[in-house]
């Protein structure tokens, strides 16, 4: 007696139901996503105007050595914690509203004691941080 081998059929992936599933969730979560990032970000734009001549935003000079010690306005202080130097700051600062940090950091100086004085500005309530730079020779 011959008997017939059973034909085995290949099984079938269908990939149809699961890209229909991906493309809904896809588009579930491309429409929940919220884009607050962007409204977080307060820009201030720059406006020119040539009949109004620009104010100056008052200067704190604040230096720092390259062994991590600082001087606000040319005065040494002995202080090195963000507290006590942003008290000095506040002091420096009691007649402007809005005053301008010029931060002179030797190049050598430690990355700690930089941004120790970005904190103690920040302590202060001051917003106007600059970084004091010298112009490379043209030799270079």
């Known amino acids: ?3 017939r081998r059973a034909f085995i059929e290949e099984p079938e992936l269908n990939l149809i139901p699961l890209i229909d599933v991906l493309l809904v969730v896809l588009i579930f979560l491309a429409v929940s996503t919220t884009y607050s990032r962007f409204t977080q970000l307060q820009i201030e734009l720059p406006s020119a105007d040539a009949d109004r001549p620009q104010t100056r935003l008052q200067e704190i000079q604040v230096a720092v050595t390259a062994d991590g010690r600082f001087a606000i306005d040319k005065a040494v202080v002995p202080m090195t914690d963000p507290e006590s130097l942003s008290a000095l700051l506040r002091a420096a600062a009691q007649n402007n509203a809005a005053p301008l940090i010029v931060i002179n950091a030797d190049a050598q100086a430690p990355h700690q004691a930089v941004v120790t004085v970005m904190e103690a500005a920040r302590l202060a309530g001051v ?11 043209s030799g270079r």
């Not at 917003?127 to 020779?137: G, P, Y």
């Open 1 to 3: 007696m011959r008997f």
């Open 127 to 137: 917003t106007h941080l600059s970084f004091a730079t010298q112009r490379r020779s």
